[in-house]
């Protein structure tokens, strides 16, 4: 474990269904962030909560909604999602000040049917 | 937007060849991050370079951050070396996030 926990580590869903994915950390760092690694593509930035409040949302579809409830705890909301939606999808966290570097989860591998 | 360049995409290499996988970016930065990722998908952070040269055990990281470029070196390569290797670049300024290079497949054969 690398200290940046995400479960589940593999989803299977409908285009109808509902769910959440969630990560936890618990190595006192104040920046959490959502990555999405799709078939062949590098990784993408999706969401950054600083804080808890959320600095950036990189262009990211509205089917995919996060929470930031303290600064240990990072949501996705996944809802009517799309085929192509399927990825791995990667949690972060960083201590911002000082800036002193990322740690990833081991990530959810999404498949949408 | 910052662009970020690997070379090469994939290396075949026998075991206990000398590695070096590049990296070339195009917008100045703050930091650097080399990144491996082993199949199922999970990230470890293997170096955070800003200057200079930094070395953990068989691996080497260099930056010219007036050339704008980087480079991975490994030493005595193992089977066990093989996996994605990314490059990470950080603009600096607080919670940035991170623009990625496509990664270095590596493969070491016995």
Redesign the interface.
């Known amino acids: 474990e690398?200290g940046v926990t995400q479960t589940p580590r593999h989803l299977v869903m409908g285009m109808t269904n509902k769910k959440s994915l969630k990560c936890e950390q618990h190595l006192g760092h104040?920046?959490m962030?959502w990555?999405k690694?799709s078939a062949k593509?590098?990784?993408?930035?999706m969401f950054?909560?600083?804080f808890k409040e959320q600095?950036?949302n990189?262009s990211v579809p509205s089917r995919f909604s996060p929470e930031c409830p303290n600064s240990s705890h990072l949501f996705l909301h996944l809802h009517t999602l799309q085929p192509e939606d399927s990825a791995?999808y990667?949690c972060a966290s960083?201590q911002?000040?000082p800036?002193?570097?990322?740690?990833?989860?081991?990530?959810t591998?999404l498949t949408v049917v | 937007k910052n662009e970020v360049e690997q070379s090469p995409q994939n290396l075949t290499a026998q075991e206990g060849e000398f590695i070096t996988i590049n990296c070339s970016y195009s917008v100045g930065i703050s930091a650097l991050h080399w990144l491996q990722q082993h199949p199922g998908g999970g990230i470890v952070s293997l170096f955070m370079l800003s200057s200079g040269k930094k070395k953990h055990g068989r691996l080497i990281a260099t930056i010219n951050i007036q050339e704008k470029h980087s480079s991975l070196h490994i030493t005595a390569s193992h089977p066990r070396d093989s996996a994605v290797y990314i490059c990470a670049v950080w603009p600096g300024g607080g919670a940035d996030g991170l623009t990625f290079g496509k990664g270095t497949h590596l493969i070491i054969q016995p």
């Open positions: 690398t104040n920046a962030y990555y690694q593509k590098p990784l993408e930035l950054v909560y600083n600095t950036e990189n791995l990667l960083s911002v000040t800036f002193y570097g990322y740690t990833f989860g081991s990530g591998r």
